[in-house]
């Protein structure tokens, strides 16, 4: 198993994070893989991109700083690309999801904090629309590469998977169960910045799921009645 030669890909910028969860994992104290920590980077996607230059393996796996991976995680990989091997595949991951009419359905097995999370378990691996960012999975060989102009560190994922759907590969969801300790938000400011890119990059694959929202139609529309309605408010409070 261990011929499949695999480097590990990791923007870093928190050290504490770095040792309590990916350090402690048993693919890096091995010494059996390639780790390459980006640091410096206030761009995840150019992180991602300069190691994926310089990566000595064949296999890439980008992920997390607050990840673990468990002692079986490098076997379940290999057992997953294994029975994937007659597809051509462009994106693996953890945790993926499809658009089934208007609710997103989940695929994958992992930890998120104190949580378990099963999506699909049983059908895994999955052919899904789009991967979360926690951990993704590419062969280098491959001319894909991370959206450097998305702003912030959302949405990467997804975007590199509806390039490899654009390219005519495939994405999967594997059973390759890990955990996740994250204090992240799909609420923030910079979330919906990164949405409204998506939206308008890929406006002719509306709508689209990820793992945190649907990427639909019409937002503007919304934005400009929800403007008119607060002004609107705040005139009718106003007393002179």
């Given amino acids: 198993m261990d011929k499949i030669r695999i480097s ?15 350090l402690r994992s048993s693919a890096f104290l091995s010494g059996k893989y390639q780790f390459i920590f980006q640091r410096g980077y206030h761009n995840v996607p150019k992180a991602y991109n300069d190691a994926w230059d310089k990566a000595e ?19 379940n990989l290999i057992h997953s690309i294994k029975i994937l091997d007659k597809e051509s595949w462009g994106v693996l991951g953890v945790a993926g999801v499809t658009l089934a009419g208007d609710v997103q359905e989940y695929f994958g097995h992992i930890r998120q904090n104190e949580w378990e999370w099963e999506g699909n378990l049983g059908r895994l691996p999955a052919r899904v629309d789009t991967l979360d960012e926690l951990l993704l999975i590419a062969k280098r060989e491959l001319s894909l590469r991370f959206d450097e102009k998305i702003p912030m560190a959302h949405f990467y994922g997804a975007d590199l998977c509806l390039q490899a759907s654009s390219c005519g590969f495939l994405c999967f969801a594997i059973e390759a169960y890990c955990h996740h300790n994250t204090i992240g938000s799909a609420n923030s400011n910079s979330f919906r910045l990164a949405e409204d890119y998506m939206r308008k990059k890929w406006k002719d694959r509306l709508p689209f799921a990820t793992t945190c929202v649907i990427v639909k139609k019409g937002l503007l529309k919304h934005k400009i009645h929800q403007m008119l309605i607060d002004f609107l408010r705040r005139r009718s409070d106003f007393r002179p």
Avoid: K, S, Y
């Fill in 57 to 75: 393996a064949d296999l890439l796996v980008f992920l997390h700083q607050d990840v673990f991976l468990p002692d079986e995680w490098v076997e």
């Fill in 8 to 22: 590990f890909i990791v923007a870093a910028n928190n050290d504490m994070i770095l040792g309590e969860n990916l």
